[in-house]
C-alpha cells in the first residue's frame, strides 16, 4: 500500500478502506498485501544500522477459506483504530483485545490480536502509535526541556519537563508532544529507576545539561520513538547507562540498532547513541560488587557473539572480556564508594565533563 508522506493516519486508513471497497463493486474477492516478517524476508542494513524487511510480501485473499478469519480481523482492526482516530481517543494493546468481544471478533489471545496490529503497520507502512495504540509500559522523562502538546484538548499547551521531582510518565500525550526549547547538551538515558531518581536529586541534570529518561529495562517503542525525536530535533546526543551484564548491553543495542520484531518501523533507532556501560573494564577498574554469571547470563553472551548487530570490534571486545571475567554487576554497585559516587565521578568521567 502506497501511502504519500503527508498523508494523516486517519487518511491512510480511509484509503485502505476505499479500496477494499471498490474490489467488492467490481464483485472481486477483496485481498490484501503486505510485506512478510518471516525470518527469511529480514535483513541488517548496514548502511541505516538497523533491521529491515526484504521485498517479499504475503497475501490474505478473502476468497481463500484459510484467510478469511485473519483478513476480517485486520479489517476489524482497521475499522477500531479509525474510530480512535476520529474521537481522539487512545487504547492500549490489552484494550484493544477485550473491544474485539463488544463486536463478536474472536481473538484466541491478545498475541493473535497483537499480530493482527502488526499487520497492520506493514500493511500502512505507520506504527501503532500513530494509530493511538500503545503499550501499558511507561518510562519517565525529566530535564531541561519544553514540550507542547498536540492531542486534543491539549493543543498548543506545554509543560516543562522539570516540573516533577519523580519525572513525567512518558505516555501517549508526551510521545506525541513537540519539543519547543531546551537548554541540554545530552540526553542520558538510565535502565534502573534509583539511579534516574539520584540524578534528580543531586540536580546532575543541571550540571550535566542532560535530559534524563528512565528505561526501566527494555524500553517500550513510545520511549524509543521520543528519544529518536528529541535527538533529530534538537540535535542531541545519547548515552545509554544500563547495568554490567548481556541484558544491560542489549537494552543498549536495541535503542541504537533496532529489533527484527520491529524492523518494518523505520523511527525507532537512534544509530548515533552510545553505550557508556557498566562495561567489564568498569567492574574491574572501580573494584565493583558483582555477581557470578549464570548459565543464562554465558548463553546470552553466546547469542550475541552471533548477532550481526555486535559484529563491530567494540562490541565484540566488550562481549569477550565479560565471558573472561564471568561477573556482572548493577549500577547501584556504585554505592560501594558512597552514594554520589555514580553522579560525582563516573558518569562525569564517562560523559566528558
Same mark, same amino acid.
Given at each position: 500500500?502506497?501511502?504519500?508522506?503527508?498523508?494523516?493516519?486517519?487518511?491512510?486508513?480511509?484509503?485502505?478502506?476505499?479500496?477494499?471497497?471498490?474490489?467488492?463493486?467490481?464483485?472481486?474477492?477483496?485481498?490484501?498485501?503486505?510485506?512478510?516478517?518471516?525470518?527469511?524476508?529480514? $535483513?541488517?542494513?548496514?548502511?541505516?544500522? *538497523?533491521?529491515?524487511?526484504?521485498?517479499?510480501?504475503?497475501? *490474505?485473499?478473502?476468497?481463500?477459506?484459510?484467510?478469511?478469519?485473519?483478513? /476480517?480481523?485486520?479489517?476489524?482492526? +482497521?475499522?477500531?483504530?479509525?474510530?480512535?482516530?476520529?474521537?481522539?481517543?487512545?487504547?492500549?494493546? #490489552?484494550?484493544?483485545?477485550?473491544?474485539? %468481544? +463488544?463486536?463478536?471478533?474472536?481473538?484466541?489471545?491478545?498475541? =493473535?490480536?497483537?499480530?493482527?496490529?502488526?499487520?497492520?503497520?506493514?500493511?500502512?507502512?505507520?506504527?501503532?502509535?500513530?494509530?493511538?495504540?500503545?503499550? %501499558?509500559?511507561?518510562?519517565?522523562?525529566?530535564?531541561?526541556?519544553?514540550?507542547?502538546?498536540?492531542?486534543?484538548?491539549?493543543? &498548543?499547551?506545554?509543560?516543562?519537563?522539570?516540573?516533577?521531582?519523580?519525572?513525567?510518565?512518558?505516555?501517549?500525550?508526551?510521545?506525541?508532544?513537540?519539543?519547543?526549547?531546551? &537548554?541540554?547538551?545530552?540526553?542520558? /538515558?538510565?535502565?534502573?529507576?534509583?539511579?534516574?531518581?539520584?540524578?534528580?536529586?543531586? $540536580?546532575?541534570?543541571?550540571?550535566?545539561?542532560?535530559?534524563?529518561?528512565?528505561?526501566?529495562?527494555?524500553?517500550?517503542?513510545?520511549?524509543?520513538?521520543?528519544?529518536?525525536?528529541?535527538?533529530?530535533?534538537?540535535?542531541?546526543?545519547?548515552?545509554?547507562?544500563?547495568?554490567?551484564?548481556?541484558?544491560?548491553?542489549?537494552?543498549?543495542?536495541?535503542?541504537?540498532?533496532?529489533? /527484527?520484531?520491529?524492523?518494518?518501523?523505520? =523511527?525507532?533507532?537512534?544509530?548515533?547513541?552510545?553505550?557508556?556501560?557498566?562495561?567489564?573494564?568498569?567492574?574491574?577498574?572501580?573494584?565493583?560488587?558483582?555477581?557470578?554469571?549464570?548459565?543464562?547470563?554465558?548463553? #546470552?553472551?553466546? %547469542?550475541?557473539? #552471533?548477532?550481526? #548487530?555486535? /559484529?563491530?570490534?567494540?562490541?565484540?571486545?566488550?562481549?569477550?572480556?565479560?565471558?573472561?571475567?564471568?561477573?556482572?554487576?548493577?549500577?547501584?554497585?556504585?554505592?560501594?564508594?558512597?552514594?554520589?559516587?555514580?553522579?560525582?565521578?563516573?558518569?562525569? &568521567?564517562?560523559?566528558?565533563?
Amino acid at each position: 500500500m502506497n501511502k504519500k508522506k503527508e498523508d494523516s493516519p486517519l487518511d491512510v486508513l480511509k484509503d485502505f478502506g476505499s479500496r477494499l471497497m471498490v474490489e467488492i463493486q467490481r464483485g472481486v474477492f477483496p485481498s490484501i498485501s503486505f510485506p512478510d516478517r518471516g525470518t527469511d524476508n529480514i $535483513r541488517f542494513d548496514s548502511d541505516l544500522g *538497523r533491521f529491515t524487511l526484504g521485498n517479499a510480501t504475503i497475501t *490474505r485473499d478473502s476468497s481463500n477459506l484459510k484467510h478469511i478469519r485473519s483478513f /476480517a480481523q485486520l479489517v476489524w482492526v +482497521a475499522s477500531f483504530v479509525k474510530q480512535l482516530l476520529e474521537s481522539g481517543r487512545t487504547s492500549s494493546l #490489552r484494550d484493544l483485545y477485550y473491544s474485539a %468481544e +463488544a463486536y463478536d471478533v474472536e481473538f484466541k489471545n491478545q498475541a =493473535e490480536s497483537d499480530r493482527i496490529i502488526t499487520d497492520l503497520e506493514c500493511v500502512t507502512g505507520l506504527a501503532r502509535e500513530d494509530f493511538a495504540i500503545y503499550s %501499558e509500559e511507561h518510562s519517565s522523562i525529566f530535564g531541561q526541556l519544553v514540550m507542547r502538546y498536540t492531542v486534543p484538548g491539549y493543543e &498548543d499547551k506545554t509543560v516543562n519537563l522539570t516540573m516533577s521531582p519523580d519525572g513525567l510518565p512518558i505516555g501517549p500525550a508526551l510521545m506525541t508532544a513537540e519539543p519547543v526549547s531546551s &537548554d541540554a547538551r545530552c540526553i542520558l /538515558a538510565v535502565e534502573s529507576g534509583g539511579i534516574f531518581s539520584r540524578l534528580i536529586e543531586t $540536580r546532575a541534570w543541571d550540571r550535566f545539561g542532560c535530559i534524563l529518561v528512565h528505561l526501566g529495562g527494555q524500553p517500550p517503542r513510545s520511549t524509543r520513538r521520543l528519544m529518536r525525536k528529541l535527538c533529530v530535533h534538537l540535535d542531541l546526543p545519547l548515552f545509554i547507562f544500563t547495568d554490567g551484564d548481556p541484558w544491560g548491553m542489549h537494552i543498549a543495542q536495541v535503542i541504537i540498532s533496532g529489533s /527484527a520484531n520491529a524492523a518494518h518501523i523505520s =523511527e525507532l533507532t537512534v544509530p548515533s547513541a552510545k553505550w557508556i556501560g557498566i562495561t567489564p573494564e568498569d567492574i574491574t577498574h572501580y573494584s565493583l560488587p558483582s555477581e557470578d554469571m549464570k548459565n543464562v547470563d554465558l548463553k #546470552r553472551l553466546d %547469542e550475541l557473539t #552471533r548477532d550481526i #548487530r555486535y /559484529a563491530d570490534e567494540t562490541w565484540q571486545k566488550h562481549i569477550h572480556r565479560f565471558r573472561e571475567l564471568r561477573k556482572k554487576a548493577e549500577q547501584q554497585s556504585f554505592s560501594k564508594y558512597g552514594v554520589d559516587f555514580v553522579v560525582d565521578t563516573y558518569l562525569p &568521567d564517562k560523559l566528558n565533563i
